[in-house]
């Protein structure tokens, strides 16, 4: 594994999401998943978010049409919070999750709708 890498990942890593999630995920690691969480954090978010190219909010807007397309609610919920902090409003989730609908259905769109509930009320945002 490429420290240089992992060490830009996990500072991305914890500023998208937070510290605390990553440290209560890399400390619940194990012999068997701590490789994993070690490539993710230098592939994913050294080597993905790493990249200067598109900006963190517009790459967090991504995230959540793709991990909304894939139904991936747990991860949609926790890049949804990141999203905030990247500065994503109420409205461009909503317009995101619409998109969500005309590409993925509405079932799909409405369990974006529920998880995007879930995560403005917590951030006294509805």
């Known amino acids: 594994m490429d420290e240089k890498m992992f060490e830009k ?14 440290e209560k995920n890399l400390a619940a690691a194990d012999d068997f998943s701590l490789p994993f969480q070690e490539a993710m954090t230098a592939w994913c978010w050294g080597f993905g978010w790493g990249d200067e190219a598109i900006d963190h909010k517009t790459r967090s807007m991504m995230n959540l049409a793709m991990l909304g397309a894939l139904g991936k609610m747990n991860e949609w919920e926790i890049h949804c919070r990141g999203a905030i902090k ?3 409003t109420k409205e461009e ?3 995101i999750v619409h998109v969500v609908g005309i590409y993925c259905g509405v079932p799909q769109s409405l369990e974006c709708f529920r998880s995007a509930r879930k995560v403005l009320e917590e951030h006294d945002m509805l």
Do not use: D, F, P, S
């Not at 990942?9 to 990553?22: D, F, I, P, Q, T």
């Open 9 to 22: 990942g996990l500072a991305n890593r914890k500023a998208v999401v937070g510290a605390e999630y990553v």
């Open 93 to 95: 989730i909503r317009a």
């Open 86 to 88: 990247n500065g994503v």
